[in-house]
């Protein structure tokens, strides 16, 4: 039976397994994200187990990050090294697929 990638990824996230954070780079109109954009970022997507964070003092973080677009996902392991990126067109199933096989 086919289990969608999503359903792995959260089941890791949910365990433990995985650690997911969000970072909003910019709100709906591209400024600076604030407590409000979080709230309704939450409300859109709530999961007690995904924190959600806002980049508010407009540093560079979206323009050396999320140069591929949104969303970007890159995963980072146990000693902060990036180890899969979005590459190319902004892939972030790549993450996912990565994620997917971790036992």
Do not use: C
């Not at 949910?14 to 709100?27: A, K, M, P, R, Y």
């Amino acid at each position: 039976m086919f289990q969608s990638p999503l359903k792995t990824v959260a089941e890791k996230i949910h365990s433990g397994q995985v650690q997911w954070i969000t970072v909003l780079g910019e709100d709906n109109q591209g400024n600076v994200p604030d407590v409000n954009d979080l709230a309704r970022w939450y409300e859109d997507y709530p999961d007690p187990n995904i924190p959600v964070l806002a980049d508010t003092s407009d540093s560079l973080f979206k323009y050396n990050y999320l140069d591929g677009g949104w969303p970007t996902i890159f995963v980072v392991d146990g000693n902060m090294d990036i180890g899969v990126v979005p590459g190319s067109g902004n892939n972030f199933y790549r993450a996912l697929d990565y994620i997917e096989s971790l036992d």
